[in-house]
């Protein structure tokens, strides 16, 4: 049997051919898979037993239509992914979904769907309008009921994994970084190869590039997106990812606190964004001279880093205090 497989072709010696990025809109596709079908997802058990009840069955059902328990699922529900891609601008895209995209799309989840399935993916083809309102709204509901509450934690874990590999390109190249996504990626001359179970293509990602992204929801292997308008996109499990990774956030402020104290552990986990050594010290009921402190230990120990801009001087977690907070999730 003939090996099935994508490249990924990128420019020879082009760092800027890999950039990572975040999506919530493919956490929310795997979380409603997992949920169809739990024995597939044992590390998202925890996640389920909390957050089960709280779904709306109707909103549920509708996205369950379209993401199905395997193979293909729209490749409008996962926009381009970037850093800094928030879950409200991606729900918000839904609703503007051009008329041929929707069509192509839909279309494939037809062909693939039978009996009282196949009639409702057809009444949303002869309805494009009503379809990308349902959907939409089915894509909030189920996001504010199943993802929101967990979304820092996920987003904590996605960004470690980021800086980590962000750091291991610095250190040893994009090639080796590759090899270390999954054991269905390699670098192969110059291009990401990702064994496939169903088709073979070969992508040109020269002048566009490719996207990674880590994902804890869909951590049954790798998915890739290749057709335009999507920008070339491989989406791989996060790693670090555990049972216990749903927990609430005072767990892990606990167990950063046992290791750091309590102020230092609550500035690095909420140094998720860039603050300034004022907004650190309001956040976290401190003296701004006291912030100072905690904020140079931390940078000291690599866990920080400052950038001056303009007047102000800013605070963010490093790669490795990304990893550290990771690491106790």
Known sequence: MDRKFVDFQLAPDDLTAIRFG???????????????????????WGWMRATRGAIARADFEVLALLIREDGYFPDFLTTTPTWELTPEAEAERLRDIDDARFEVDMTKVLVRSEGSRRDAVQRMLDHPDRARAMIADAWLSVWQTGVAPVWSQLERLLRADIAVRSRRIAESGIGAMIQTLHDRVEWSDGAVRVTMRIWSEVVDCRGSGLVLVPSVMG????????????????????????????????????????????????????????R???????????????????????ADAGLLASTRQGARVLHRRTPLGEAMVGAVL
């Open 219 to 274: 951590s049954t292997g790798c998915f890739v997106l290749t057709e335009p308008p999507a920008q070339p996109t491989l989406f791989y499990p996060a790693q670090g990812v555990t049972a216990t990774w749903a927990r609430d956030s005072a767990d892990v402020m606990t167990a950063l606190a046992a290791l750091l104290g309590p102020a230092r552990a609550r500035i690095l986990l909420e140094a998720h964004e860039p």
């Open 22 to 44: 975040i999506s919530p809109g493919h956490e929310l596709c795997h979380a409603v898979r997992a949920l169809l079908r739990p024995d597939d997802y044992p590390l998202q």
């Open 276 to 298: 300034t050594t004022s907004q650190v010290a309001g956040d976290t009921g401190i003296a701004v001279s006291t912030a100072s402190h905690h904020l140079t230990v931390l």
